[in-house]
């Protein structure tokens, strides 16, 4: 059915529809009560769920966008209803006619200092309305910051996976949901979110807008998590004007980063004109500060199985119409890795990789790059697992780190998140961290990450994906030795940008 012929609750006629994401439809319609034009948000509910939790999901959507409802500032993008149609909740928002942020920069590039500032302060004043409430937005990025032409006013949109304080939320407890290169490393660490994660998503939408591109913008979302959790954060020199603002607001120890009247009072005060202090475009004090690469291993990790399974876009920040998808070409047929030097040949011009890595063509059809010299074996149960080895010894006789790919010859009807985490069978000590589900290109996507005793009782931690292509399905994973989950990261990383499934 076209939008045209649709009324909603007996009032919203559906004109035409305005975008399309992972967790619903924003349509302009016509509000045939009130004679005006709204925006009406048709909120997707995941199709593997039973019918008790398709209410629990509704009821938690529809307490979300009352709540969301009670933020009335002029930078917020106001809720004016919320209805239920088919089953389904509906939000009636205020139509805002301009481009987001995202465009502006796609179509102009950066924007100028004064105005990164005036935009600022317009995000910044929308979240202290909504923290003023107990909400936390949880996904301020370039997509979700909308410019008003007419007005000549910034607003923030989209408070689709926000929290409220005391009720549980439409993310369900191990999920994750948002833009990695805009998310707080608290949130990737899987620790408690609180005003000061959205102060951070502040600080790198700032940095995008002042540059251009994101400053954590990478080749895949292994390197994404990496960058944010791990990386120094070095500021372009496009950023200079606004350095001190954004260097404090990117502290990773959320407890040290400014409060919002500091933040509103710099950047009113750069809008004077007022001399600001210069400091160098390196990390802020407290970037060098590293968490334990095993306290990533059970929020990061999944971030990575997960762009295995949907194909995520690193720079999906730009807006549906801007994100692509990265995956190097068949290479020819081979059973040993290529030599790194020699393996932008063969992949895709946008992968390079990293020194010691190279990329194999399986005979099962798939391919991906793995360290150089690594062993492959074949699972002798069934023949449908395929290993690949870090080198094999007498005290490693599985190697120390394994990349695994199972190829199953059909799609089961059983749930994904029920296929993905093993269970204890095969795996003592096994503890699972996941499992974890991520809405990818508008559907689920399963993910589970665990730790176990592997050889003489060592900890391993291991992170499965599983997804389907072609009437097939794929399960990859990737373990390692706990306390190496940084190496883990990358060889994961390298895995999901290059895995290509079999024809």
Not at 66 to 73: D, P
Not at 284 to 290: C, K, V, W
Not at 409 to 423: K, T
């Amino acid at each position: 059915m076209s939008g045209t012929e649709r009324v909603v609750a007996g009032r919203y006629r559906l004109l035409a529809q305005l975008g399309r994401g992972g967790m619903g439809t924003v349509w302009r319609a016509e509000d045939e009560l009130l004679g005006r034009q709204v925006a009406v948000k048709e909120v997707h509910l995941r199709g593997d769920l039973s019918e008790a939790e398709r209410l629990e999901q509704r009821a938690r959507t529809l307490r979300e966008a009352r709540a969301v409802a009670r933020v009335a500032h002029a930078s917020v993008v106001g809720v004016h209803d919320v209805v239920e149609e088919d089953g389904r909740p509906w939000i009636v928002m205020e139509l805002v006619d301009g481009a987001s942020l995202a465009a502006r920069i796609a179509a102009g590039g950066p924007l100028p200092a004064a105005e990164c500032a005036r935009m600022g302060l317009a995000v910044l004043d929308a979240l202290t309305a909504a923290h003023a409430l107990g909400i936390l937005h949880r996904d301020v990025k370039p997509a979700n910051v909308l410019w008003e032409r007419a007005k000549d006013r910034w607003v923030l949109t989209d408070f689709g996976i926000a929290q409220v304080d005391g009720a549980a939320t439409l993310t369900e407890e191990g999920a994750f949901l948002g833009s990695p290169e805009f998310t707080a490393p608290e949130r990737l660490h899987g620790e408690h979110a609180g005003p000061a994660s959205d102060l951070w998503s502040v600080g790198a939408l700032l940095a995008a807008a002042l540059d251009g591109k994101s400053l954590f913008q990478r080749t895949s979302v292994t390197a994404v998590v990496h960058a944010v959790a791990y990386g120094e954060i070095t500021l372009p020199e496009r950023a200079r004007p606004l350095a001190h603002v954004v260097l404090p607001l990117l502290e990773r120890d959320p407890a040290r980063r400014p409060d919002p009247a500091w933040v509103r009072g710099q950047l009113e005060a750069f809008l004077r004109g007022e001399p600001d202090v210069t400091l160098p475009l390196g990390p802020p004090p407290s970037s060098s500060r590293r968490r334990s690469p095993a306290v990533l291993a059970g929020a990061a990790l999944f971030v990575v199985a997960a762009g295995v399974a949907g194909g995520l876009a690193v720079n999906a920040w730009l807006g549906p119409s801007h994100a692509t998808a990265s995956t190097a070409p068949p290479a020819s047929p081979s059973l040993s890795p290529s030599p790194s030097g020699s393996a932008s040949a063969s992949a895709s011009a946008s992968v390079t990789l990293p020194a010691g890595f190279g990329l194999v063509r399986d005979p099962r059809g798939f391919q991906l790059a793995v360290p150089t010299g690594w062993d492959r074996s074949v699972d002798s149960t069934d023949g449908s697992r395929v290993y690949y080895n870090s080198p094999l010894s007498a005290t490693e006789p599985e190697g120390l780190y394994r990349v695994g790919v199972r190829v199953q010859q059909s799609v089961s009807a059983v749930s994904p998140l029920a296929q993905v985490c093993p269970g204890a069978k095969g795996y003592p000590g096994y503890r699972q961290i996941g499992p974890t589900t991520m809405l990818l290109r508008g559907g689920p996507v399963a993910t589970c990450s665990f730790t176990w005793d592997g050889t003489n009782g060592r900890a391993r931690v291991s992170d499965l994906a599983l997804w389907t292509s072609g009437g097939r399905t794929y399960t990859l994973w990737a373990s390692g030795p706990r306390g190496q989950e940084e190496r883990l990261l990358q060889i994961a990383g390298v895995a999901e940008q290059t895995f290509t499934p079999g024809a």
